[in-house]
T-cell receptor, first 109, second 113 residues
Framework: GESVGLHLPTLSVQEGDNSIINCAYS??????FIWYKQESGKGPQFIIDIRSNMDKRQGQRVTVLLNKTVKHLSLQIAATQPGDSAVYFC????????FGKGTRLSVIA | DADVTQTPRNRITKTGKRIMLECSQT?????MYWYRQDPGLGLRLIYY???????NKGEISDGYSVSRQAQAKFSLSLESAIPNQTALYFC????????????FGPGTRLTVT
């Protein structure tokens, strides 16, 4: 499958601020992307997905933005809380999924 | 009770030993997966199974084998463990209709000395 990568391996954010986690993909034909969250000591957990016919999708405190022109997507977390501290993975739809390497988000109290 | 369980949760074994990691699920999903996680390398797929009679190699299947004993059970075996198989192993499941939403177990930390 094509590579899915993240711009930064770590991100530190002050509690209450917004977080932005970025992800680049290389396959322009990719039509579906998924974000997972992995808390320390646990398995990854599905957060939100987005199809390529959308530019934006909102969930509870999270928003995914997709820019197909530059093959980039981002996960925005509003009012970041300590419980948001985790590693975040973007994944690109293949059968089966191809995961990126992950970005570790640390929330500073 | 957890929907996806893995046993053991931690295991230390010696080089050359055969070891089996087990995964069970109560979600009723047809699809099951085994991943390996190493620091800085993310999640890499070892094997996956779309139903009881289906087994497929993933990105890094060498040195591993699997058995899908039932819809709910998918085991991973290391025939002759080596130190570079030291890693965190995850089992996951998904429904056939939404196979990109995967449900992960808690992981098995394996150390090969």
């Amino acid at each position: 499958g094509e590579s899915v990568g993240l711009h930064l391996p770590t991100l530190s954010v002050q509690e209450g601020d917004n977080s932005i986690i970025n992800c680049a993909y290389s396959n322009s034909a990719s039509d579906y992307f998924i974000w997972y969250k992995q808390e320390s000591g646990k398995g990854p957990q599905f957060i939100i997905d987005i199809r390529s016919n959308m530019d934006k999708r909102q969930g509870q405190r999270v928003t995914v933005l997709l820019n197909k022109t530059v093959k980039h997507l981002s996960l925005q977390i509003a009012a970041t809380q300590p419980g948001d501290s985790a590693v975040y993975f973007c994944a690109e739809r293949y059968t089966p999924l191809v995961f990126g390497k992950g970005t570790r988000l640390s929330v500073i109290a | 009770d957890a929907d996806v369980t893995q046993t053991p949760r931690n295991r230390i074994t010696k080089t050359g030993k055969r070891i089996m990691l087990e995964c069970s699920q109560t979600k009723g999903h047809d699809r099951m997966y085994w991943y390996r996680q190493d620091p800085g390398l993310g999640l890499r797929l070892i094997y996956y199974s779309f139903d009881v009679k289906d087994i497929n190699k993933g990105e890094i299947s060498d040195g591993y084998s699997v058995s899908r004993q039932a819809q709910a059970k998918f085991s991973l075996s290391l025939e002759s463990a080596i130190p570079n198989q030291t890693a965190l192993y995850f089992c996951a499941t998904s429904d056939a209709g939404s196979s990109y939403e995967q449900y992960f177990g808690p992981g098995t930390r394996l150390t090969v000395t």
